[in-house]
């Protein structure tokens, strides 16, 4: 490929120069990390991602991969390009009239000739020739001027014969410059190997960052599409929770108005008789003839026949109207009750629910440690407890879970005392009973989270690992994602803080397992 179309090839799109520190996009385009950052950025705007050169779009902003290969070439093109360029503006010394390229320089004479000088020049050995250089006072001895011929091992400097033989470096061990540069060039390629190999194995931690950064972008993609999702049928689970209890009570507000306007109905027309019947007696009341008054039938024929016991039931007194307190709550309460399942829905697809039967083991409860009666508390304690010495037994102040986890996502909260030292976490069954290396996190078969004279840190394999900040919250959570591999502490608080996160290749059942020297710590239930 020739130097032109070499340097087309690695060119940047964006900045239209050679390619400084290169990163390519999952389309296979490269670009300079610095331009595409650019462009990234101001498509964050719109959301909307997409490849400069072809096009193409991406659902989440792209994560920039560096291509180590291309950067290697582009960084070997331009040393190249410098070199050359270096040498094409060396020209010749006596060509004044126009500018020819050298060839070679004369040491001696400290001039640079063409093709043409060249073979004119004097064969004398006392004229060096060299490759076309520009600084020629280099090469020779500033003290003497003479040729540079030698190097004094002592002093580690290239000197002149006048040095050697007369000069401050006179009795000095001294080699040829060629013998020297043979010497140094050795001890330079070990040193360029040993770069080589701290390289490579920095280009593969970088490509591992690389590897986890995409990793850790593709999770939180798939997480917020799974969030979006979760939320979106939330949304429409309500919704329509909302338009069949909304629909229920218009049915019943229709019923109940349509029963009431019937009785409404049946009362003014009996209000109405009543007042006929009220004013008739009235009249009787007001005539002055006794005859007219006593040949009316008895007051009591006036009466409504229910009032005297008697006729059908046509809605008297013994049957009171409705007072407007008859809608069904019972079936509106138990049509919103369904929220129930859209509540344990969502707790489903965020995380499985914790688990209501982690119960603390008193077999493997030391004997400086009390456990409540409902098995989920432990209390470090001075008091030595009275519990046979066995081989589940720990020595010192711990306790772990009856149950053990073998699949599936899990998580629990614990309740922990503000004051006092403790460890909370996990650990496989088989780990050991007595001595320091029993203690959670002291081993490589448990993990814990570590609270010690008011610091906090996680521990593991008996490597520690500080947490910059402290833990106000007196409640923690541990989330385990048996598949995964992953176990995570929490902070409870608004919002739940992440601490750390412990990524391991799980083999055996995972227990859950406390620490108490002081204080107290309490699973909590659901209800809590």
């Given at each position: ?217 593709e999770k939180a993609a798939g997480e917020a599409e799974r969030v979006t999702a979760l939320c979106t049928d939330i949304r429409r689970r309500v919704d329509d929770l909302e338009k069949k209890v909304l629909s229920e009570i218009s049915r019943q507000e229709k019923e109940e108005s349509l029963s009431l306007s019937a009785l409404i109905h049946q009362l003014e027309i009996k209000k109405d008789e009543l007042s006929r ?141 503000r004051s006092g030292d403790w460890i909370v976490g996990m650990c496989y069954p088989s780990i050991e009973r007595r001595g320091q290396q029993s203690v959670i996190g002291y081993n490589n078969k448990s993990w814990g989270l570590w609270r010690y004279n008011n610091q906090y840190s996680v521990i593991h394999g008996s490597k520690e690992i ?63």
């Open positions: 490929m020739a130097s032109a179309d070499l340097r087309d090839e690695l060119l940047c799109s964006i900045c239209l120069s050679t390619f400084k520190d290169p990163a390519i996009l999952r389309c296979g385009h490269n670009f300079c990390r610095v331009c595409i950052g650019r462009v990234l950025d101001t498509q964050d705007k719109s959301g909307v991602y997409s490849c400069p050169e072809c096009r193409e779009e991406f659902q989440v902003r792209p994560s920039l991969m560096r291509n180590i290969n291309l950067h290697n070439v582009a960084e070997r093109f331009l040393i190249t390009q410098r070199e050359q360029e270096e040498i094409t503006r060396i020209f010749c010394t006596y060509c004044v009239d126009s500018p020819v390229p050298a060839v070679r320089s004369c040491l001696h004479c400290e001039a640079s000739l063409c093709d043409k000088h060249l073979r004119a020049h004097s064969k004398s050995p006392e004229h060096v020739l060299s490759d076309p250089s520009t600084s020629l006072e280099r090469r020779k001895c500033s003290v003497h001027r003479k040729i540079l011929e030698y190097y004094c091992t002592e002093d580690a400097a290239c000197i002149c014969v006048s040095c050697s033989l007369a000069g401050e470096h006179r009795g000095h061990q001294v080699e040829m410059l060629d013998e020297a540069s043979v010497r140094k060039k050795k001890k330079l390629r070990n040193v360029l190997q040993k770069m080589n190999t701290k390289r490579k194995e920095t280009e593969e931690r970088v490509r591992s960052l690389e590897e986890s950064w995409r990793k850790a972008q019947k009220m004013r008739h007696i009235e009249e009787l009341c007001n005539m002055t003839d006794p005859l007219t008054v006593l040949q009316e039938p008895d007051t009591g024929d006036l009466c409504d026949p229910e009032e005297e016991g008697g006729g059908e039931d046509t809605g008297g007194h013994d049957k009171q109207p409705h007072d407007g307190d008859d809608l069904d709550v019972a079936v509106i309460s138990h049509t919103l009750h369904t929220l129930c399942d859209v509540v344990t829905g969502i707790r489903s697809g965020i995380y499985v629910a914790s688990p209501a039967d982690i119960l603390l083991d008193v077999t493997t409860a030391a004997n400086n440690l009390l456990i409540s009666d409902d098995l989920k508390t432990a209390t470090g304690t001075q008091e030595k407890q009275k519990r046979p010495e066995t081989a589940e037994r720990f020595q010192y102040y711990q306790v772990m879970s009856r149950r053990g986890f073998t699949s599936g996502r899990h998580y629990w909260d614990l309740e922990i005392s500080r947490l910059p900040d402290k833990i106000p919250s007196d409640r923690v959570r541990i989330c385990l994602d048996y598949e995964a591999g992953q176990l995570s502490f929490y902070e409870l608080c608004d919002p739940i803080r992440h601490l750390h996160t412990f990524t391991v290749s799980v083999s055996d059942p995972l227990h859950a397992a406390l620490y108490v020297y002081k204080g107290s710590i309490k699973i909590l239930g659901r209800s809590n």
